[in-house]
């Protein structure tokens, strides 16, 4: 059983930064597939970014040049740096894990409890 916590949520203006962190309970981040998903209200969950151990980072296009996802091997912890942050990027994150990148956009075999991420205009 692994156990994903989100932190570093909260309210920030429009063109602020916030830093996600996901912290696993067992050694993931190196070994796995781990991703941040996001949900806004009366919205479908949405993938936001990915860090795949051989294969490097992916990203959805709206947040390509904006958001930077990282990993700490030694913390096993997942981080997303989320910069000239707005308005549209108010949403739930979640951080997610799985075997292998397909998996992760598929269907993830754990999911964090979320952090709430608002920005204002």
């Known amino acids: 059983q692994v156990q994903l916590v989100e932190s570093g949520g909260g309210l920030v203006q429009a063109g602020g930064s916030l830093r996600l962190s996901c912290a696993a309970s067992?050694?993931?981040?190196?070994?796995?597939?781990m991703g941040w998903f996001r949900q806004a209200p009366e919205k479908e969950r949405e993938f936001v970014a990915a860090?795949?151990?051989?294969?490097?980072?992916y990203y959805t296009d709206s947040v390509k040049g904006r958001f930077t996802i990282s990993r700490d091997n030694a913390k096993n912890t997942v981080y997303l740096q989320m910069n000239n942050l707005k308005p549209e990027d108010t949403a739930l994150y979640y951080c997610?894990?799985?075997?292998?990148?397909?998996?992760?956009?598929?269907?993830?075999?754990?999911w964090g409890q979320g952090t709430q991420v608002t920005v204002s205009s």
């Open positions: 860090i795949i151990r051989y294969s490097g980072t």
């Open positions: 067992v050694r993931t981040v190196s070994t796995y597939a």
């Open positions: 997610a894990t799985a075997g292998d990148y397909h998996r992760l956009r598929t269907s993830p075999d754990y």
